[in-house]
């Protein structure tokens, strides 16, 4: 069996597990007319992992390290689309880019990185690379992220980085897409579900005044999708409560795959 190959048991309890998950993303999303996509999260999981889900249909798989999603690129099929969702610096910008399957990068926190990554990506990439800007929306030490953006009145406050890292990669990143924001939450607004995730309402606000801003400057809507930046929130313990909450990309890897061995 190859290193790539899945175990048929535990092939079938990967499909299990993920079509679980599906049919729970379908049912949050109700109505909307836009399925929000699933990002099956498969760091420090064997390659074979993520085969038994590709089998199973899934093609967006999220990655934490650099250097393994570049060792699973590598070896898998090349239709997967890659989400890269851990902090990244910009001596990494080089191997990222040179992935020619990586969909999306989700924490981009920083104009070098930005630049970095636009002069790595080869000339002939057949479409240029998604970014989300990632928020901390909690404001905790222990996590990266831009300040979020708060609307009051009409008024835009707080500080305005998350602007002027969009306005850099629209306007001088010509080999990258700004596709959207993401956060990843307190643990503490996550588990709890008397009231509305404050996380959640936060990365909100700072998406529609940044696309109210990008507006205002430019005019021409040329990020997300028709226009419309999108959100990446929501993980294994809320995934379902960030949809409803307008969520666009959940990021889903206990549910899936099971506890992660802690990383050497």
């Known amino acids: 069996m190859s290193t790539t190959a899945c175990d048929p048991e535990r092939a079938t309890e990967l499909a299990a597990s993920l079509h679980d ?53 590598a070896a898998l099929p090349t239709d997967i689309r890659w989400h890269f969702i851990g902090t990244l610096q910009s001596n990494k910008a080089k191997a990222l880019a040179g992935i020619p399957n990586l969909h999306v990068i989700q924490t981009l926190t920083s104009a070098k990185t930005a630049s970095a990554l636009d002069r790595q990506l080869p000339a002939d990439r057949a479409s240029p690379l998604n970014v989300m800007l990632q928020v901390n929306t909690s404001g905790e030490a222990s996590k990266s992220g831009l300040s979020p953006l708060h609307v009051d009145d009409g008024d ?16 001088s990143c010509q080999r990258l897409h700004l596709l959207g924001v993401m956060t990843i939450g307190a643990y503490e607004s996550s ?10 309402e936060a990365l909100r606000q700072t998406r529609d005044a940044l696309q109210s801003a990008l507006l205002e400057r430019y005019g021409e809507r040329k990020w997300g999708v028709d226009g419309k930046l999108l959100m990446s929130m929501g993980m294994s313990s809320d995934f379902e409560a960030a949809i409803e909450a307008g969520s666009d990309i959940v990021r889903v890897g206990t549910s899936i795959f099971g506890q992660r061995p802690k990383k050497q």
Do not use: W
């Open 191 to 200: 588990t709890d579900d008397t009231k509305p995730n404050p996380d959640f």
């Open 156 to 171: 835009t406050s707080g500080s305005l980085e998350v602007v002027d890292l969009a306005s850099h990669v629209v306007c």
């Open 21 to 73: 998950i599906q049919a729970k993303v379908t049912a949050a999303a109700g109505s909307h007319n836009n399925a929000p996509t699933l990002v099956a999260v498969s760091k420090l999981k064997p390659a074979s992992d993520i085969m038994g889900c590709y089998q199973a249909g899934h093609r967006d798989f999220g990655e934490n390290y650099v250097n393994e999603l570049v060792d699973k690129a």
